[in-house]
């Protein structure tokens, strides 16, 4: 069974340090999310790709965050300097329309888990 | 502008009993709705989803939800409670085109021997 992979599944970083993780979407997939889950919280929408073109990137902390899908296929998030406050849950997800297409089921990785020390 | 309210943050039921979740949404369109579920240092499954047509919907592991427009809910519900339905719950709104998904703050279910 297709799924979406994600790595590392666990990073462990002091604060100012740089953090990058990586996300393949199942093949095909056009559409590519970034979410941030805060424990006991709901994900948060960081940045939507569709194919290579970011579609919505309104909650990324873009002084300190930067997100890339170059090739349409697999894609980056990036944190420099991380800051103890980004300490989360990294998800990735795809689907294989946009948001609110009858084919908009998102596909979920396994998350990476990031604590800033 | 969409939003979730999830009314719970936290849910025990003992095996075999109902379980309810609640899940209450704004939406000025048109919404599409979604139940995940979430088990610990895992990312999230889809149970089910409402878009267009019938209002109960089903979903995976005997879970059902129900839109009601009027009540602007989509609360999840299972006859019978099992352990390995012990886990978190999500409730998402999203809308036509592009629009992102909106999820609630979850609702950690326990589930009683």
């Known amino acids: 069974e297709a799924e979406v992979a994600q790595s590392p599944r666990y990073k462990i970083t002091e604060k100012s340090q740089a953090v990058a993780f990586w996300c393949d979407p199942i093949s095909g997939h056009a559409t590519l999310y970034w979410y941030r889950q805060i424990l006991g919280q709901g994900p948060e929408l960081l940045v939507q790709?569709?194919?290579?073109?970011?579609?919505?990137d309104s909650q990324l902390p873009k002084d300190r965050f930067s997100a890339e899908r170059l090739k349409g296929v697999d894609s980056t998030l990036k944190i420099q300097p991380a800051e103890l406050g980004d300490s989360a849950m990294y998800l990735c997800?795809?689907?294989?329309?946009?948001?609110?297409?009858?084919?908009?089921?998102?596909?979920f990785g396994p998350g990476t888990r990031l604590t800033v020390l | 502008a969409q939003s979730v309210t999830q009314l719970g943050s936290h849910v025990s039921v003992s095996e075999g009993a109902l379980v309810l979740l609640r899940c209450n949404y704004s939406s000025s369109v048109p919404p599409y709705l979604f139940w995940y579920v979430q088990y610990p240092n895992q990312g999230l499954q889809l149970l089910l989803k409402?878009?267009?047509?019938?209002?109960l919907v089903k979903g995976i592991n005997g879970f059902e939800a129900e839109f009601k427009k009027s009540e602007t809910s989509f609360h999840l519900t299972k006859p019978s409670a099992h352990m390995s339905d012990a886990a978190e719950y999500f409730c998402a709104v999203s809308g036509s085109g592009f629009n992102k998904f909106y999820f609630g703050s979850g609702t950690k279910l326990n589930v009683k021997p």
């Open positions: 790709f569709q194919d290579e073109s970011v579609v919505d």
């Open positions: 409402y878009t267009t047509g019938a209002t």
């Open positions: 997800a795809s689907s294989l329309g946009g948001a609110g297409t009858s084919s908009n089921e998102q596909f």
